[in-house]
């Protein structure tokens, strides 16, 4: 009776081992099949990356602005159909929040000063501009219109009004403030750079000077005592 006891208690352990040897190798083929998974959705995903990368910077951009353009030709269709005005019925849809946004971006584009054509549109554009920027005194008009007789007032080009009106020095002040402001835009535009006389002449030309300029800002800091004992005669 023992030993048909053991023989019984080792196979069932035998049963058992085999049992947990079978799971064991069951988990192992589902983290080996997980991990293949993993590899081919990451391949997948690096060579979508590489295709995003090789196209062009805008092509999201271009690919909503189209989906927007193709949406919106069967929405004009739709509204055809029906004999709706597409126009009318899209304003109808908007709140009043987009509104504002788009009319600030529309205003915001455009630029009224579209270069230099000829000397007389440039006068016409700076005109309007400064009309713009002027505040009328109301008063002040109606002072100097009861003060002149109405052909000096409204005259015409026979009209003699020399002396007729003299500036106050408030408006005189406003075109000197005026004059000084237009010339300090100027020298912001102008490339010209200007000439230090008391500056030290360490270069035979123009293109020498740009060079030791472009020296100096890199390592004229390391240099500065190298310079300094040069001077005194104190080098080595």
Request: aromatic content about 8%.
């Amino acid at each position: 009776m023992d030993s048909v006891g053991s023989s019984s208690t080792v196979s069932e352990s035998n049963v058992t081992s085999l049992d947990k040897k079978a799971e064991r190798m069951r988990k192992l083929r589902e983290l080996h099949s997980k991990r293949n998974q993993a590899c081919m959705q990451n391949h997948k995903e690096v060579v979508e990356e590489n295709k995003r990368q090789q196209l062009p910077v805008n092509w999201e951009r271009k690919q909503e602005w189209a989906k927007r353009k193709l949406n919106e030709v069967e929405e004009r269709e739709k509204a055809k159909e029906q004999n709706l005005d597409y126009d009318l019925e899209k304003l109808r849809n908007v709140q009043a929040d987009e509104a504002e946004k788009w009319e600030r971006r529309r205003s915001a584009k455009k630029n009224p000063d579209t270069g230099f054509t000829s000397y007389e549109d440039s006068t016409a554009r700076k005109y309007d501009r400064q009309v713009k920027q002027f505040k009328p005194d109301f008063t002040e008009y109606e002072r100097i219109k009861s003060e002149m007789t109405e052909d000096q007032f409204y005259a015409s080009k026979n009209a003699y009004v020399y002396g007729a009106h003299k500036d106050t020095p408030e408006a005189i002040n406003r075109l000197v403030e005026d004059m000084e402001n237009e010339a300090k835009k100027m020298e912001k535009f102008s490339r010209r750079r200007t000439f230090d006389d008391d500056a030290d002449i360490d270069y035979i030309n123009e293109r020498n000077m740009q060079f030791n300029k472009k020296i100096e800002r890199f390592y004229g800091k390391y240099t500065v005592e190298i310079k300094q004992n040069l001077e005194r005669g104190t080098a080595v």
